[in-house]
């Protein structure tokens, strides 16, 4: 039984058609991994999944149910990672921490801050100031996130820019965790990231083709195997 | 209500720590005013004639200067994009900044324009009218002011474009709360203005940030 699954997507961004016919189901303990190209739509494929971009086609579903029907409940369901860091220079390491645990809807956001910053490997970084914090320590302080606001999807777009090999490597280990608790990983990543018994899922399988002869219906776009003379 | 607080307690704590936007709001105020009576004469009865007009446009564009920062580092650093991702709705956010924001530049105004009316040469009548109207208007300026600053997100130059939009919205607080205060100089009652300025205060609150929620929608897609 899939829990979160994505049928027929198509996204469009500006005026230009990123994919089409897309589609995924993920499983609790599973993790799916985006790969493509840059500009193949990983990322807007992520931001859909979070609920940031509608399709202008096709329907994300938790269990059958749309997502479009009850956002709210969807948003409670996921954690997203994006490319910026959303850490304020004036705030200390853990009062960011904290402030996005509470909006998680944590009980005590200062104990899971804490916590989750202790896991991540940086328990030092606590109360330094943001602006003092380098592009790892961010992207760590983001990544605790996941951790401080416990959510059963992660949704995270490159996780590991600016991780140092060790980070990556326990931030493996805090992925098996999490899908070995039930819980759901999509990410892409351009470096290698360990998600053993993960399904991969390749954008330009379901990038729109120029010279698409018959584009009304496009029935599983799985095999669009060998034509990758798309104009991008 | 608890996410809410949290949401109006970090923007607080943003304020105090960076300091700037507060005390450039006022400094700027004070500094309009001040230089009106270098503009048009020391006259008192000219200043006293003049006085309600000045300390309310100088309100407004006081105002105006702290908008444009209102959702646009929240935006900058994705902090927005995870504000639309939690549970707490964005309306709900755009009120919780739009109060912040208020505590933060707009109640500074109210505390500085009784010195300022003195300076002018108001009459003490009008003193009473003058700390009501603001009461009331400039929770409707950051009101208002926020559905400009979500506007403009990601404009090259939103600064003067949330000029150009949000000004000519602001003309109504700006003839009722000028107007109260010259009613209540000229021992009339200034009850009618503030009542219509209460009832634009009453309209604002949730179409502002129910417009704000819309438009902060289409920034972060």
Known sequence: MPVFAGSELSCLRGDRLVFTGLEFSLAPGGALVLLGPNGSGKSSLLRVMAGLLKPIRGRLSWDGVAVADEPEQHRAKIQYVGHLDAVKPVLTAAENLAFWAALGGAADPDANAREALERLGVPHIAAVPGRYLSAGQKRRLNLARLLAAPKPLWLLDEPTVALDRAAIALFEGLIAEHRAGGGMVVLSTHTDIATPGGEELHLDDFAPYADDDDDGDDGDGVDGDEEREDAA | ?221
């Open chain 2, 1 to 221: 209500m608890n996410r809410f607080l949290r949401l109006v307690g970090r923007d607080l704590r943003l304020a105090l720590r960076q300091g700037s936007d507060a005390t450039i709001a006022v400094m700027f105020f004070v500094l309009c005013v001040v230089l009106f009576p270098f503009g048009v004469g020391p006259e008192p009865n000219i200043l006293a004639r003049i006085a309600a007009g000045v300390i309310w446009v100088a309100a407004l564009l006081a105002s105006l200067l702290s908008l444009e920062r209102l959702f646009l580092t929240d935006y900058e650093d994705g902090s927005l994009e995870l504000l639309s991702l939690s549970s707490l709705p964005l309306e709900a956010v755009v009120v919780a900044k739009t109060l912040a924001h208020w505590l933060v530049t707009g109640v500074p105004l109210i505390v500085a324009a009784p010195l300022l009316a003195v300076l002018l040469n108001m009459d003490a009548a009008g003193f009473g009218a003058l700390v009501l109207t603001l009461l009331i208007g400039t929770p409707i300026l950051s009101l208002i002011g926020a559905i400009g600053a979500a506007l403009t997100l990601g404009a090259r130059r939103g600064g003067v474009l949330l000029s150009l939009l949000i000004l000519p919205l602001y003309i109504p607080v700006l003839i009722f709360g000028a107007g109260a205060i010259d009613a209540a100089i000229n021992s009339l009652t200034p009850r009618p203005h503030l009542l219509l300025l209460a009832g634009i205060l009453a309209a604002a609150l949730p179409l502002a940030p129910w417009a704000g929620a819309a438009a902060l929608r289409q920034a972060v897609e």
